[in-house]
Each structure stands twice: as C-alpha cells, then as structure tokens.
C-alpha cells in the first residue's frame, strides 16, 4: 500500500539520513526501483512529472501500475508515490487518481500568490493523508521546459511557506535540475543552514541531485535535506546501458531484439544507479 511521505522523511530528519526520490518513467523504470528498495530494505519516493504523466497514459495508469507492482512484487517497504513539480490542476488531478503525495510548485509565482495555492493545497492533501511539498525559490535548469536560473531561496519566505503546514520544503541553494555546469559554484550551505535555523524539524528536498559531489551531499543532509530528488542520473545511466547493447550488435543475435531482453540491460543500470544512491543516503536498512 502506498504511503505518505510524511513519516519516512520525518524519521530520516531525526535520524539525518536522507530517502530518495526517483523519478519514473515507464514499467522498467518503477520495477528496478522498487525492486531495490525492496532489495535493501529502503523506503523511497516514486517522483512522477506532469511530463512523465502524460508520457505514462495519465495519473490513474500510474496509480493502478504501481499499486500492482507492490502487491505482485510483494514490495513491503513504505513506498510514496509523488507528484514532482506539480501545477495548481496537476496537485488536484493527482489528489483525486490515488497518489499519496504531490508537490506543488509555486515558486514561479509571486510569494503571496504562492503563499495562498500552498495554503489551499495542504488543507486538500491532508484531508486525503497524503503529503505535500512546497518550492520557494525557483531551482536551475530545465523543469519540463522552464529554465531557471539557480537561485538561492530566501529563508524568510521559506519561514512563511513551512508556516503553512507543508510536509516538506524544497528551496533553492544554488542547486539545479540536469547536469552541473563546469563552472558551477557549488551548493550554498550558508542558505541551507539559513533556512533550517528558521525552519526547525521541517524535512528539507534537494532537487537536481544528478552529479553534486557526495562531501557537498552529505553535509547537505547533516543540515537538514532529508529528501534527495535524482533524475537525470538513471537517464544517463539507461541511455548508457541500452547504447552498449545496440553498439556491440546483441540486437541482431538470436531473439535479442525481444524488449525484454533489449530493456534489460538498461533496467539493471537503474538498479545500480539507485542502490548506489541509497548508500550515499544512508537510507539502507531504514524501512
Ligand atoms: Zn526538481
């Protein structure tokens, strides 16, 4: 059974651990991830963009796959089902089609706007026991066609927006989604520190998680991140995969142009990406 987000990101606050987040995209994508999860006995977020919606035939398609997936795969660690960088109608469309948790991003509004869809979306969400992330400070890169710039949030306003009961706060600390540039200047710890004096027990997200060093990842979580979003890593790392299985002509031997079989090898580079994190995390052995 899906699960909030809320109580395996508070114990990993107090436990200063971080759960990760991973981003799906298809029936391959959520099995490796569930399975390990399952494998090392970890909780984690299925992150799902409105993109990845509409890619995947919709929100209820993907409630009904994953809802499948943990009673046929006998998945019994807590698993959330997320929506990632949701829209004011996405946060409802999901509320209604079974997630157990949404994010609403509303940091391209001005802070009162913000303020007043996030209030309304919490009292929604909780009614329904699912949890809610909220974004102050837009984060780079590029979210589904929307470039931003890799600000720092203001941990003021990050104050106001935790004040109104969201499970969870993504800000923006210099961190952006994709690949990092050369000349990226690195996370701001001070902003992170900032934000969690004023902030308190609020589990803190780090979006654009692809390619930070694991020093900067872990003094991030030693300063409150306990939910850490990875994307664009499995990506590469199935794109990677499947190119060497084309490139070195396994295709064209035998029946191995059975999808089962072409997508194996991808499925398995998501496997490892994601055991790789869990332990960076620290979330193994944490269901
Ligand atoms: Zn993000």
């Given at each position: 059974m899906l699960v909030s987000a809320k109580e395996m990101l508070d114990k990993a606050k107090a436990g200063h651990y971080a759960v990760g987040h991973f981003n799906i995209n298809n029936l391959e994508w959520t099995k490796a991830i569930l399975e390990t999860a399952q494998e090392l006995n970890s909780p984690v977020i299925l992150g799902v963009s409105e993109g990845a919606g509409k890619y995947m035939a919709g929100y209820k398609t993907i409630v009904g796959m994953v809802n499948g997936m943990l009673e046929e795969l006998k998945i019994t660690v807590p698993v959330a089902l997320h929506l990632d960088h949701g829209g004011y109608d996405a946060c409802y469309k999901c509320i209604e089609a079974g997630f157990s948790s949404i994010m609403f991003?509303?940091?391209?509004?001005?802070i009162e706007e913000n303020v007043a869809k996030t209030r309304e979306l919490v009292a929604a969400a909780h009614a329904k026991g699912m949890s809610i992330e909220a974004e102050v400070g837009a984060i780079g890169g590029e979210e589904d066609g929307v470039i931003g710039m890799g600000e720092c949030a203001d941990p003021k306003e990050c104050k106001m927006i935790a004040d109104l009961g969201v499970d969870f706060l993504a800000a923006g600390i210099g961190n952006i989604h994709g690949k990092y540039p050369a000349n990226w200047k690195g996370l701001s710890f001070e902003t992170l520190d900032a934000i969690q004096k004023l902030t308190g027990d609020l589990p803190l997200v780090l979006h654009?998680?692809?390619?930070?060093?694991a020093d900067m990842i872990k003094k991030a979580i030693s300063l409150g991140v306990s939910k850490i979003n990875v994307n664009t890593e499995c990506q590469l790392a199935f794109a990677a995969a499947t190119r060497k299985y084309i490139e070195e002509g396994k295709d064209q031997?035998?029946?191995?142009?059975?999808p089962r079989k072409l997508l194996a090898p991808g499925a398995q580079a998501i496997k490892d990406t994601v055991k790789e994190k869990m332990e960076m995390f620290g979330s193994v052995g944490k269901a």
């Open positions: 991003d509303g940091s391209h509004y001005p654009g998680g692809t390619g930070i060093p031997q035998g029946k191995g142009y059975d």
